[in-house]
């Protein structure tokens, strides 16, 4: 499903802890944010929580405030 959406242009899954997980994702716009929000990935997430996920997720908007990408040719 990630790869399928345009708006979404970077997307990692994460393991901070042997049993804490976490996504990553970028947009170029506040729309783009709130188009990948509002899609088939968050919403077959939050209809299989309960039974994937230990508690609620926690969904937080950060700035990223610096990058170095050096694989974009």
């Known amino acids: 499903m990630a790869?399928?959406?345009?708006?979404?242009?970077i997307w990692f899954a994460?393991?901070?802890a042997?049993?804490?997980?976490?996504?990553f994702d970028a947009?170029?716009?506040?729309?783009?944010?709130q188009?990948?929000?509002?899609g088939?990935?968050?919403k077959a997430l939050m209809a299989?929580?309960?039974e994937l996920l230990a508690s609620a997720p926690e969904i937080a908007s950060i700035d990223?405030?610096?990058?170095?990408?050096?694989?974009a040719g």
């Open 27 to 33: 947009f170029a716009s506040e729309q783009d944010r």
């Open 18 to 23: 042997p049993n804490v997980f976490g996504i």
């Open 48 to 50: 299989n929580a309960a």
């Open 64 to 71: 990223v405030l610096g990058m170095k990408n050096t694989l």
């Open 14 to 16: 994460l393991r901070i």
């Open 40 to 42: 088939p990935i968050a």
């Open 3 to 9: 790869n399928q959406e345009a708006t979404t242009p």
């Open 35 to 38: 188009a990948h929000l509002d």
